[in-house]
């Protein structure tokens, strides 16, 4: 399938940087939003951004109007869904929302569109069958930041196509991302699970008085060659974020020891939330 038309639903922090990955990349792009403020805050956010890669010298400046040409920011879905080939949910992390979004993708959107959904916690086969097209539907999960970050895991549910999924891998690639391919549906997909294990260990590390956090971060840093410290990412992330993703894995295993740990917890009831709140396991100015 030849995709040239790219729409993506929702303009936080992520879609917005979805796309402009994708008008970077020579994708007409559209990026939705349910509040007009929304999309035109992203905008603003997205031509400053382009404008900063022009000045520092990192896009010709004739490229980054081409770019700027094939990104355009709305509120009208129909419009904006009516000749996709590739739709991208950015949209709140909320199964209900997600699913309501799809039924209604799957009425706007020509029959050959495939509808991929960017969340890290939900997989697809929670989505797909409020259309009438599963084997069109897949998770294509970018990382925070999407304009930054390389990998792009793309997971099946058990009725998507091999198509789809070369597709949306050849997507990926053309935007620059290295496609991760996971053959069935897990919690957590691949590098949250790698993370995970790693964030588990350093929790259990600090709970049984073996280091402090800041050791722990160091050794993973210093001896590990890891760019940030278990802790420290935690906080980047938002220990809140930390807390939610754990609560919803344990939603879909019922495996307790999925929950968050009692640690994260303590920290999530205190508002302490990392760098957003000034505190975390850090305190920060």
């Given at each position: 399938?030849?995709?040239?038309?790219?729409?993506?639903?929702?303009?936080?922090?992520?879609?917005?940087?979805?796309?402009?990955?994708?008008?970077?990349?020579?994708?007409?792009?559209?990026?939705?939003?349910?509040?007009?403020?929304?999309?035109?805050?992203?905008?603003?956010?997205?031509?400053?951004?382009?404008?900063g890669r022009v000045a520092k010298g990192r896009l010709a400046e004739a490229d980054a109007a081409d770019a700027w040409e094939r990104l355009?920011?709305?509120?009208?879905?129909?419009?904006?869904?009516?000749?996709?080939?590739?739709?991208?949910?950015?949209?709140?992390?909320?199964?209900?929302?997600?699913?309501?979004?799809?039924?209604?993708?799957?009425?706007?959107?020509?029959?050959?569109?495939?509808?991929?959904?960017?969340?890290?916690?939900?997989?697809?086969?929670?989505?797909?069958?409020?259309?009438?097209?599963?084997e069109k539907v897949c998770n294509m999960h970018f990382f925070n930041p999407a304009l930054v970050m390389k990998a792009v895991e793309i997971?099946?549910?058990?009725?998507?196509?091999?198509?789809?999924?070369?597709?949306?891998?050849?997507?990926?690639?053309?935007?620059?991302?290295?496609?991760?391919?996971?053959?069935?549906?897990?919690?957590?997909?691949?590098?949250?699970?790698?993370?995970?294990?790693?964030?588990?260990?350093?929790?259990?590390?600090?709970?049984?008085?073996?280091?402090?956090?800041?050791?722990?971060?160091?050794?993973?840093?210093?001896?590990?060659?890891?760019?940030?410290?278990?802790?420290?990412?935690?906080?980047?992330?938002?220990?809140?974020?930390?807390?939610?993703?754990?609560?919803?894995?344990?939603?879909?295993?019922?495996?307790?020891?999925?929950?968050?740990?009692?640690?994260?917890?303590?920290?999530?009831?205190?508002?302490?939330?990392?760098?957003?709140?000034?505190?975390?396991?850090?305190?920060?100015?």
């Open positions: 399938m030849d995709v040239q038309r790219i729409l993506v639903v929702g303009s936080g922090a992520m879609g917005r940087q979805i796309g402009m990955a994708a008008a970077v990349a020579g994708f007409t792009t559209a990026v939705r939003d349910v509040s007009a403020d929304a999309a035109a805050a992203a905008e603003a956010d997205m031509r400053r951004w382009l404008d355009t920011f709305t509120t009208d879905l129909a419009a904006a869904a009516a000749e996709a080939d590739l739709v991208i949910e950015a949209a709140t992390e909320r199964l209900d929302v997600k699913r309501s979004i799809f039924a209604e993708l799957d009425a706007l959107t020509p029959a050959r569109a495939i509808l991929a959904t960017n969340s890290s916690t939900l997989a697809s086969s929670t989505v797909a069958d409020a259309t009438g097209r599963p997971v099946r549910n058990p009725h998507t196509s091999d198509e789809t999924v070369e597709t949306v891998a050849a997507v990926a690639r053309a935007m620059g991302k290295s496609p991760v391919l996971l053959a069935k549906e897990i919690p957590g997909f691949v590098a949250n699970r790698l993370m995970g294990a790693v964030r588990d260990e350093a929790l259990a590390l600090y709970a049984a008085g073996v280091a402090s956090v800041e050791d722990i971060d160091t050794a993973a840093k210093d001896a590990l060659g890891y760019p940030m410290g278990p802790f420290e990412l935690m906080d980047l992330v938002g220990l809140d974020v930390t807390y939610l993703i754990r609560r919803a894995a344990y939603e879909q295993t019922g495996d307790e020891k999925d929950l968050p740990h009692p640690l994260i917890t303590a920290k999530y009831e205190a508002g302490e939330f990392g760098r957003k709140t000034g505190k975390g396991w850090y305190t920060y100015e």
